[in-house]
């Protein structure tokens, strides 16, 4: 079974300082991608960003970035320059071409402190 | 380009009573999911339609649970009898193709007395 682990349930940081948000995850297969899912309070689940395990570049949306270790099974997610709007839940997921369903971990609450 | 569109936002039921929720994907997008998000936790997948047919309901309770997909278009997730349990947030998504982004509603915040 497909298991993705977000070891930190809550996070606080500074106004635009960086953060590094930890994930890991676990599988067999070959051929996946990996996702982190910003959510507001509002509910609805953002894309941030998106890599395909294939790809050895780290995907870099602005100023979100990620750290795509393949061998360690580590995908972690860096937030420069945090902004007072950065605060949210923010999920790892894990999609392996096969099933085309997305698991999510338990989420980390990332607060950004003015 | 218009969202996912989820009604009602809000539910209050009682347990053994029956509710549903309706999703409206993205024009076009051929692959929807419903997803059960339990406080504190990570979205679960209930179910995945392709067009209007179940890819993956494994992790559905089909005793009290059921979803269609009505011209591979909007979708309704029906639950009967709800239980205690069942307290959570309904989340509708919808892709393109299956292995491109989900584009998630807003959701259901379901609270059962």
């Known amino acids: 079974a497909q298991t993705v682990t977000q070891s930190q349930p809550e996070m606080s940081v500074q106004e635009a300082e960086t953060v590094t948000l930890s994930c890991t995850y676990d599988?067999?297969?070959?051929?996946?991608?990996l996702f982190w899912y910003k959510q507001p309070p509002s509910r609805q689940m953002i894309l941030v960003i998106r890599?395909?395990?294939?790809?050895?570049q780290n995907a870099t949306e602005n100023r979100f970035s990620v750290n795509f270790q393949k061998a360690a099974k580590s995908f972690s997610l860096k937030i420069s320059d945090s902004q007072l709007g950065d605060t949210a839940m923010y999920f790892c997921?894990?999609?392996?071409?096969?099933?085309?369903?997305?698991?999510f971990g338990q989420g980390t609450r990332l607060t950004i402190n003015p | 380009e218009a969202g996912v569109a989820q009604s009602p936002r809000y539910k209050i039921i009682e347990k053994r009573q029956s509710v549903a929720f309706w999703c409206n994907p993205i024009?076009?997008?051929?692959?929807l999911y419903w997803y059960q998000q339990i406080l504190g936790q990570g979205p679960k997948l209930l179910i995945q339609?392709?067009?209007?047919?179940?890819?993956?309901d494994s992790q559905l309770p089909k005793d009290r649970f059921s979803a269609e997909r009505l011209k591979g278009v909007d979708s309704t997730l029906k639950i009967q009898p709800a239980k205690l349990e069942d307290s959570a947030v309904y989340l509708c998504?919808?892709?393109?193709?299956?292995?491109?982004?989900?584009?998630f509603g807003d959701g259901t915040r379901l609270s059962i007395l």
């Open positions: 998504a919808s892709s393109l193709v299956h292995n491109q982004p989900q584009h």
């Open positions: 599988t067999s297969e070959n051929n996946y991608y």
């Open positions: 890599q395909e395990a294939y790809k050895q």
């Open positions: 997921a894990f999609m392996w071409q096969g099933a085309q369903k997305l698991v």
């Open positions: 024009s076009g997008h051929a692959t």
């Open positions: 339609f392709q067009n209007n047919g179940v890819v993956d």
